[in-house]
């Protein structure tokens, strides 16, 4: 019988592991937590079991998997009217999208800002703009 539990218990954790995989492999670079993808596909293909467990744990997105496809909870969480369509409809632009979005924003103004220093910089040192013939 122990063998049986064994044989049991390990073909579980082995369906564990391959799942784990799959499911790091599919998920978006964006949502992945604490570490970068490609690190969490090397913890959980050589650690196995602990690997997996830690996928689970810390590095597998909680609410885009659980509550992405709740229109009431997106409205609340995202400030989005609910659409008052059926259960499955969404409610506003997918939250990836949205960080995408409000990553490039970033990245604009940053870009904005050290022109508009070196500008300052250049005006301070009398240099000016160059001569536009």
């Known amino acids: ?8 218990v390990a073909v579980g954790f082995l369906v564990l592991w391959i799942y784990c995989i799959y ?11 604490h570490l970068p993808k490609v690190v969490w596909i090397i913890v959980v293909v050589l650690l196995s079991d ?10 597998r997105p909680r609410v ?6 709740d ?3 997106r409205a609340s969480r995202h400030g989005v009217p609910n659409s008052g ?3 499955g409809e969404l409610a506003g632009p997918n939250p990836i999208v949205q960080y995408r979005e409000e990553q490039a924003r970033l ?3 940053e870009e904005q800002l050290s022109r508009r220093e070196e500008d300052l910089r250049h005006r301070e040192l009398g240099e000016g703009q160059p001569d536009v013939l």
């Open 71 to 73: 229109p009431a909870y």
């Open 107 to 109: 990245r604009l103004r």
């Open 50 to 59: 602990l690997g997996s467990l830690l996928w689970l744990g810390w590095g």
């Open 85 to 87: 369509g059926s259960e």
């Open 64 to 69: 885009w998997a659980h509550r992405a496809n």
């Open 1 to 8: 019988m122990p063998d049986i539990v064994g044989a049991v």
């Open 23 to 33: 499911d790091v492999i599919t998920t978006d670079d964006a949502i992945v937590q």
